[in-house]
Nanobody, 115 residues
């Protein structure tokens, strides 16, 4: 059974930082394309950052220079370091894994950026 469990969300002031964690079980993070998506009410889920299957990374223009995706293959974890957060980054953040047409999602973690 595949499980992706996100943690690390919360309330942070503008300009602050958070690190999200995604603990994977049932799959190996270095064998899947892994990504962080985010979604706000009424909007489509959007990709913020990802590792592709070939190991290359993608970072959305809206978060480039502020967000960094990383992974620890030994711990089977994927992280999203978020710096210089703004209210526009407020969303539910989801961990995603995909390979050969199989797609898995975590339950999401809320990030709220507000003073």
């Amino acid at each position: 059974q595949v499980r992706l469990v996100e943690s690390g969300g919360g309330l942070v002031e503008p300009g602050g930082s958070l690190r999200l964690s995604c603990a994977a079980s049932g799959i190996m993070v270095n064998g899947h394309a892994m990504g962080w998506y985010r979604q706000t009410p009424g909007k489509q889920r959007e990709l913020a950052a990802a590792f592709y299957g070939d190991g290359t990374t993608y970072v959305a223009n809206s978060v480039k220079g502020r967000f960094t995706i990383s992974r620890d293959n030994a711990e089977n974890m994927v992280y999203l370091q978020m710096n210089r957060l703004t209210p526009e980054d407020t969303a539910v953040y989801y961990c995603n894994a995909r390979r050969y047409g199989s797609v898995y999602w975590g339950q999401g973690t809320q990030v709220t950026v507000s003073s």
